[in-house]
């Protein structure tokens, strides 16, 4: 092959390769763009509960989350989310039926009032998709009538599926329209097709706020219900925040759910956790990049991203990286070092080495001007080592005002004025 030739292809192979990088920055650029829909914050939030703290008698949890709210506060923690609050047919509250009986209602509301009254959000979990009923119908032979408030048949979606076979609502006992999302078969799902169950939900959330100190919301299991919906009652009973948990680890369809709820609210980043879980148990790192963007929804929606390592149902059976304490740190360098608005768990919360970290680690969040929309430039994503400068002006090697690495691997930041602010097994942060 002739010089001429070798010029000619290397000059090529130049070219290509600066136009795929000024396309993936122009993609970034675009996506910032549509993040504006979101929130740039630094907040932090934090779930209060397990699996199997929960019982009937909800006044002793209640209690243990104020006697942990001081410690919350001083860490910089911003919101806390609690428990669905209403009756319901199991202890944990995901099967609620009479909306407006509180169990313990006394003593979360004097909780709730002085969680908000030190200026933390008050996340209630909304379980809005299916409801459990009272009574046995005489048409339907289910139990398909509510109380509090108050339906029959034709608030139950048309052939909701019950497990063992058959419908909820047989279409001769006049059931609503079809479902909006997928179906449970553990309660009956509601149509919020229904104008009266539109009503009814948007009166308990503003009855939840004035009586409950309720100010931000956690939506259940949206994938059963339109975003749509999710939508409307946020716009009609104006939450400071909301978060909607689509439990899918594929991105495009947690960005699809957030795009059909018009942008009105955040989602858990399930697809980053599992990139995440699968990163640090197998030391390669290389999934964390999608392009120049971080993995998951908050490479495409920091804005309304949550990232999470675990919550009641994940550690249930799919404990983030077995519960490890030094994986679960390096977890939380990871996510409270990146874009997005970060959620802290329970069991993790109470792990003693766990909780020293993640308190360094929301102090260097909250004083190095690290947020949701935060510049980020991923250095290294291989076997070994992750590696990223974040803040403003993290837009090239050595930008920022963090930075950051995972894995079994060494390196440092590159250029000037970088201090080591605090480091671990397998992970370190600089500041400057």
Same mark, same amino acid.
């Given at each position: 092959m002739n010089t001429i030739v070798l010029f000619l292809l290397f000059a090529f192979a130049s070219v290509a390769a600066k136009k795929s990088v000024f396309e993936q920055k122009k993609e970034w650029d675009f996506r910032n763009g549509r993040n504006?829909?979101?929130?740039?914050?630094?907040?932090?939030?934090?779930?209060?509960?397990n699996w199997d703290v929960l019982s009937e008698d909800r006044s002793t949890f209640y209690q243990s989350v104020l006697d942990e709210v001081g410690n919350l506060q001083s860490a910089y923690i911003n919101g806390i989310w609690f428990p669905p609050p209403s009756q319901t047919a199991?202890?944990? =509250?995901?099967?609620?039926?009479?909306?407006?009986t509180i169990p313990g209602g006394d003593t979360l509301q004097y909780v709730a009032r002085n969680v908000s009254q030190?200026?933390?959000?008050?996340?209630?979990?909304?379980?809005?998709?299916?409801r459990s009923a009272q009574y046995v119908d005489g048409c339907s032979h289910q139990y398909s009538v509510f109380k509090q408030p108050d339906w029959g048949n034709d608030k139950v979606v048309k052939h909701d599926d019950l497990c063992n076979g058959g419908y909820t609502v047989p279409d001769n006992c006049g059931p609503g329209n079809y479902d909006t999302g997928e179906n449970t078969c553990y309660c009956p799902d509601v149509d919020h097709t229904n104008g009266e169950v539109q009503s009814d939900i948007i009166n308990w959330l503003n009855w939840l706020q004035q009586n409950y100190s309720v100010n931000a919301y956690r939506f259940d299991f949206v994938k059963g219900y339109s975003g749509y919906y999710v939508n409307k009652y946020i716009?009609?009973?104006?939450?400071?925040?909301s978060v909607g948990e689509y439990f899918d680890g594929d991105t =495009?369809?947690?960005?699809?759910?957030?795009?059909?709820?018009?942008?009105?609210?955040?989602?858990?980043?399930?697809?980053?956790?599992?990139?995440?879980?699968?990163?640090?148990?197998?030391?390669?790192?290389?999934?964390?990049?999608?392009?120049?963007?971080?993995?998951g929804v908050i490479g495409v929606y920091p804005g309304l991203a949550c990232p999470f390592l675990d919550n009641h149902d994940t550690?249930?059976?799919?404990?983030?990286?077995?519960?490890?304490?030094?994986?679960?740190?390096?977890?939380?360098?990871?996510?409270?070092?990146?874009? =997005?608005?970060?959620?802290?768990?329970?069991?993790d919360w109470f792990m003693s080495t766990v909780q020293q970290a993640i308190k360094i680690f929301i102090s260097i969040r909250k004083n190095h001007q690290l947020s949701s929309t935060m510049d980020i430039y991923?250095?290294?994503?291989?076997?070994?080592?992750?590696?990223?400068?974040?803040?403003?002006?993290?837009?090239?090697?050595?930008?920022?005002?963090?930075?950051?690495?995972?894995?079994?691997n060494s390196w440092s930041p590159s250029g000037g004025g970088w201090n080591l602010n605090t480091s671990g097994n397998n992970y370190a942060i600089w500041t400057k």
């Open positions: 504006l829909v979101g929130f740039n914050t630094n907040d932090v939030y934090y779930q209060s509960f199991d202890n944990q =509250g995901y099967m609620p039926g009479m909306w407006y030190r200026g933390l959000k008050v996340i209630m979990d909304i379980v809005i998709n299916h716009s009609a009973t104006g939450p400071s925040f =495009g369809k947690v960005d699809n759910w957030i795009q059909s709820a018009s942008y009105s609210s955040t989602a858990f980043d399930f697809p980053n956790r599992y990139y995440l879980r699968d990163a640090i148990n197998n030391n390669d790192y290389s999934g964390l990049q999608q392009g120049v963007n971080p993995a550690s249930r059976d799919d404990r983030f990286c077995g519960g490890n304490a030094d994986k679960l740190t390096q977890g939380y360098a990871y996510i409270l070092t990146h874009p =997005g608005i970060p959620f802290v768990y329970h069991d991923i250095d290294k994503h291989q076997g070994g080592l992750y590696a990223a400068y974040l803040g403003p002006g993290a837009t090239y090697v050595g930008g920022g005002t963090v930075a950051m690495k995972l894995g079994t």
